[in-house]
């Protein structure tokens, strides 16, 4: 008996290394797995899912990954927002609306800037002036894209009140409804819970069906427009237009830091909310692009994100890139 056990210990000692290394390998190629296994789920879920299953899917605290810039007090962001808007009193164009701005002059990596004088982003137009409209001939902005629900809030543009005449404007006319009043009504519990406007809680609208089909709709506008100056809009030029600038400007390849700043510099011009309460919107955003799709290459290419293709990625950086800062 002692002989056997013997004989199991001296085997046991000589198995020992090969079990280790195999226990090694073994939990080395898991979590990779795993990691595949739960993108697949992220990629697939909305597949499965009823709008009001994804609507009911929120978080109760907003994630980060600790980085430099998802941290910070309200000093930090005052003073932040401030030097950023300072930096680009040049891009704005408040006769057109308060919040008018051009999307140009943002770094975008590998020495290349996004252009100016091609995209605007800022708030409806139901209240421009004469003077205004002639602003926006000047800027050869010719097609107006209009992210606000059928039943607006605020007013109806000029060239909305007359779709089939000759128009104030004289602009092509595009609605890319980001949200219908079914959507609003389903997310109305989470915006009492959360305060503000839909991307508060953005973590599971931009998985939404009309959200993605309006932003996959302006990203074609901008691959097909052939000449003049695209100008984009919600109400007031916030959290839609806000959101689709921020997806504009990932597509391009421009930094968080740019992208939080373009976000922000809203506020500075309204002061209706902290910086910091605005950051804490576009980590929503972000920490939902993160939860439910990994990337946000992922949210812009796969087939329920926005459904861009990579050959169409690259075209618009080619359309709206340039070696120089305008």
């Given at each position: 008996?002692?002989?056997?056990?013997?004989?199991?210990?001296?085997?046991?000692?000589?198995?020992?290394?090969?079990?280790?290394?195999?226990?090694?390998?073994?939990?080395?190629?898991?979590?990779?797995?795993?990691?595949?296994?739960?993108?697949?789920?992220?990629?697939?879920?909305?597949?499965?899912?009823?709008?009001?299953?994804?609507?009911?899917?929120?978080?109760?605290?907003?994630?980060?990954?600790?980085?430099?810039?998802?941290?910070?007090?309200?000093?930090?962001?005052?003073?932040?927002?401030?030097?950023?808007?300072?930096?680009?009193?040049?891009?704005?164009?408040?006769?057109?609306?308060?919040?008018?701005?051009?999307m140009g002059g943002y770094y975008a990596g590998h020495g290349m800037w996004t252009k100016t004088g091609v995209v605007y982003r800022g708030a409806n137009l139901h209240k421009i002036s004469k003077y205004g409209t002639q602003h926006l001939k000047d800027l050869g902005i010719n097609e107006v894209i209009d992210l606000r629900s059928y039943h607006h809030q605020g007013g109806a543009d000029p060239n909305e009140d007359h779709p089939n005449q000759p128009n104030p404007l004289g602009v092509k006319y595009v609605e890319a409804v980001v949200n219908t009043r079914a959507?609003?009504?389903?997310?109305?519990?989470?915006?009492?819970?959360?305060?503000?406007?839909?991307?508060?809680?953005?973590?599971?609208?931009?998985?939404?069906?009309?959200?993605?089909?309006?932003?996959?709709?302006?990203?074609?506008?901008?691959?097909?427009?052939?000449?003049?100056?695209?100008?984009?809009?919600?109400?007031?030029?916030?959290?839609?237009?806000?959101?689709?600038?921020?997806?504009?400007?990932?597509?391009?390849?421009?930094?968080?830091?740019?992208?939080?700043?373009?976000?922000?510099?809203?506020?500075?011009?309204?002061?209706?909310?902290?910086?910091?309460?605005?950051?804490?919107?576009?980590?929503?955003?972000?920490?939902?692009?993160?939860?439910?799709?990994?990337?946000?290459?992922?949210?812009?290419?796969?087939?329920?994100?926005?459904?861009?293709?990579?050959?169409?990625?690259?075209?618009?950086?080619?359309?709206?890139?340039?070696?120089?800062?305008?």
């Open positions: 008996m002692n002989s056997f056990r013997k004989s199991l210990y001296v085997g046991a000692l000589l198995m020992a290394p090969f079990l280790l290394s195999a226990s090694v390998a073994s939990a080395n190629s898991k979590p990779a797995n795993n990691q595949q296994n739960v993108q697949v789920q992220r990629l697939g879920a909305s597949q499965h899912e009823s709008e009001q299953q994804i609507a009911n899917q929120q978080p109760q605290a907003v994630k980060n990954d600790n980085s430099p810039i998802e941290r910070g007090d309200s000093k930090y962001w005052i003073n932040r927002v401030n030097l950023a808007a300072y930096k680009r009193q040049n891009y704005r164009y408040p006769h057109i609306s308060w919040n008018g701005r051009d959507d609003k009504q389903k997310i109305a519990p989470f915006k009492r819970a959360y305060g503000g406007e839909i991307y508060k809680y953005a973590t599971s609208f931009l998985r939404w069906k009309h959200a993605r089909q309006a932003y996959h709709q302006v990203f074609m506008e901008l691959l097909n427009h052939k000449s003049g100056a695209i100008y984009f809009h919600c109400i007031n030029g916030d959290d839609r237009t806000g959101i689709m600038a921020a997806l504009y400007l990932s597509a391009l390849g421009v930094s968080k830091w740019h992208i939080y700043n373009d976000f922000m510099i809203t506020d500075y011009y309204d002061h209706k909310m902290s910086y910091r309460n605005k950051a804490a919107e576009m980590n929503r955003f972000f920490w939902g692009i993160r939860t439910w799709y990994g990337t946000m290459d992922n949210y812009l290419t796969s087939s329920n994100g926005l459904g861009l293709t990579h050959k169409q990625i690259k075209q618009l950086r080619s359309k709206y890139l340039v070696n120089y800062k305008g």
